[in-house]
């Protein structure tokens, strides 16, 4: 079952503005992480946050974690066209020997 | 390699007849995985592998699928009497081990099932 739910399903915005996904989860995590997907194909990790932290910063992302809500979000600033792609929150099974996966939300960010 | 490859890049099959998708992790990681994904969903774990040995094949869907992993390196996962259900894009990964969080995926084998 999946445990991490994106919202929203689909975003589109101009260039340069901001994007804020959203992901929500069950149960007890150490880690969450922000992976993004061009053309339905492999997968790149953007970032990982630890259970013990609460925001974290990759150049143009910003990941924060509320564990007391479960809940994660991305947001990307000055989104570029490149940006375009669907963007998924994962976390870790409780064995630690894989990644729960949301349904995750595709971005389109138009020149 | 540079990364995580997989072959063959697409697949098309006919119904009932049996597929193997090869993943050539990167070099040293110990740990391989490999997931499956619907035309507009997650991904949906299936197999963990440390080494050679799996100790969690608990996404496997049916007896149908297999996979098995050699040298502690490439893994193949085997579909036998393909159903149409089965057309998915099938990923892989790896990772360092279990104290390295991050997985790195190959670019997937799309599998389309006639």
């Known amino acids: 079952s999946q445990q991490g739910e994106e919202d929203p399903q689909a975003l589109s915005i101009q260039e340069g503005e901001n994007a804020t996904m959203n992901c929500s989860y069950k149960?007890?995590?150490?880690?969450l992480q922000w992976y993004r997907q061009n053309s339905g194909r492999g997968l790149v990790h953007l970032i990982l946050?630890?259970?013990?932290?609460r925001e974290k910063h990759s150049g143009r992302l910003r990941v924060t974690l509320d564990t007391s809500k479960k809940s994660s979000s991305l947001l990307i600033t000055a989104s570029r066209a490149a940006d375009t792609a669907s963007y998924f929150c994962a976390t870790d099974n409780q064995a630690g020997t894989a990644l729960i996966f949301g349904k995750g939300t595709t971005l389109s960010v138009s020149s | 390699g540079a990364g995580v490859s997989q072959s063959p890049s697409n697949k098309v099959t006919e119904k009932g007849k049996d597929v193997e998708l090869r993943c050539d992790p990167i070099?040293?990681?110990?740990?391989l995985y490999w997931y499956r994904q619907r035309l507009g969903q997650g991904l949906e774990f299936l197999i963990y592998?440390?080494?050679?040995?799996?100790?969690?094949k608990s996404g496997l869907p049916s007896d149908r699928f297999s996979a098995e992993r050699t040298g502690e390196s490439v893994s193949t996962l085997t579909i036998q009497r393909t159903q149409q259900e089965d057309s998915a894009v099938y990923l892989c990964?790896?990772?360092?081990?279990?104290?390295?969080?991050?997985?790195?995926f190959g670019p997937g084998t799309r599998l389309l099932v006639l």
């Open positions: 149960t007890s995590i150490n880690n």
């Open positions: 070099s040293g990681h110990t740990a």
């Open positions: 990964a790896s990772s360092q081990g279990l104290n390295d969080e991050t997985q790195y």
């Open positions: 592998f440390q080494g050679n040995s799996a100790p969690d």
């Open positions: 946050i630890r259970s013990n932290e």
